[in-house]
Structures are given as C-alpha cells and as structure tokens.
T-cell receptor, first 114, second 116 residues
C-alpha cells in the first residue's frame, strides 16, 4: 500500500527564516502530489499540486515544491516565512490513474515566532 | 458560494451509543469523500461517493460504520455502536470532477467525535 512520510512533526522558525518541509512517498507508478494546509481554526485547503510537466511547482502565498522522481520526494519550500504561515501542512499523494483518493501524511505543525 | 459544511462540529458520546455525522458538499459536486484523523496520526481515507454510489469504501474500518448519500446530495456517516478508538476528527470533502479534473478537494471544517 502506498504511504506518505513527512519527516518533521513540529517545526519552529523565526520570521524571515527559510522553510523546507520534507515529504517522501512510497508508490512507484504515476503519481499526483499535493500539499494541503490547515490554518488554525480553518478547514484544509490546497496549497499546491503537481500532476505533470515542470517538477518545480508554485503555489499560493509564495510556497513552492519540487518533485524529484528518483528520490520519491515532494518537498515544500518557502524562502522567507511569515507569522501568518503558522499552520499544519500535509503532504498527499494520489496514484495517478489507478484510483480517485488522496493518501495523506501525518502532517507537520509549523510555528512561526514573530 | 457556500463551502462544504459538516454537522455537528463536536459530539461527545459514551461507548456503545450511536452518532450520525452529516456532510453537505458544495452544490453540484458529484464527488464526496469521508476522511478521519485520529489524534497524532495521518488523515485516513474512509470512502468516496460519486453521486449516490459508493465508488471506493476500502477505508471503512469495520461494519460499525455506515455511510449513505441518498439522492446524491448530502451524506451521513453513522457509527453504531461507537467504540473508544472511533474518537477523532471526521472530515468531509467534495469535488466536481474528482481527482482526474482539477485535483482539488474542498474540505469541511470537520466533526470532532469524542467517545468516552
């Protein structure tokens, strides 16, 4: 069964620091990849997604992620974080054309110090 | 446009009781998904409806869980009888075209279930 691993469960950074959240998945076939975010008191929402094409994907609020097929990775990055980025971030994968569900990782809680 | 709404937001019940969670997807969204997050763990897939049909129910934990979507609009998830390990947050999500389309699921705020 496919799985998604997020390396960091809790990350604390100061404002303006650079961010990289690790994500690896286990499925070897065609995959679609996602990062979802849940801000405090809000619902889960899509941050960015990769289906095909350029492996460097740009999302909302200055986030980007790079798909490295050889490493089964889809790490999330942001060059300079803000206090408002405090949230929980979830990496997720869908098995391409095989099925229509998303498998989530355990999430990373990001806390930005003002 | 109204988003995905879930009711109740929080339910506290005793072991052995029954609880019914409701999800109203975004109007026009044929695809409806249920997920669950037990504290500290990943968000786990439960099942997927396309209109009123169960497309994939491979994630349903056991036969104490029953999901329905009569008429292809709102959906209910009933847990009967509830056990302690059923505690968690139950998320509902919807999409118009499923993952083959935009790939985006629109989530509700979740229903937190506490079983004592």
């Amino acid at each position: 069964a496919q799985s998604v691993s997020q390396h960091n469960h809790h990350v604390i950074l100061s404002e303006a620091a650079s961010l990289e959240l690790g994500c690896n998945y286990s499925y070897g076939g065609t995959v679609n990849l996602f990062w979802y975010v849940q801000y405090p008191g809000q619902h889960l929402q899509l941050l960015l997604k990769y289906f095909s094409g350029d492996p460097l994907v740009k999302g909302i609020k200055g986030f980007e992620a790079e798909f490295i097929k050889s490493k089964f990775s889809f790490n999330l990055r942001k060059p300079s974080v803000q206090w408002s980025d405090t949230a929980e971030y979830f990496c997720a994968v869908n098995q391409g054309n095989r099925d229509d569900k998303i498998i989530f990782g355990k999430g990373t809680r990001l806390h930005i110090l003002p | 446009e109204a988003g995905v709404t879930q009711f109740p937001s929080h339910s506290v019940i005793e072991k052995g009781q029954t609880v019914t969670l409701r999800c109203d997807p975004i109007s026009g969204h044929d695809n409806l998904y249920w997920y669950r997050r037990v504290m500290g763990k990943e968000i786990k897939f439960l099942l997927h409806f396309v209109k009123e049909s169960k497309q994939d129910e491979s994630g349903m934990p056991n036969n104490r869980f029953l999901a329905e979507r009569t008429g292809g609009t709102y959906s209910t998830l009933k847990v009967q009888p509830a056990e302690l390990e059923d505690s968690g947050v139950y998320f509902c999500a919807s999409s118009q075209w499923g993952l083959a389309g935009t790939g985006e699921l629109f989530f509700g705020e979740g229903s937190r279930l506490t079983v004592l």
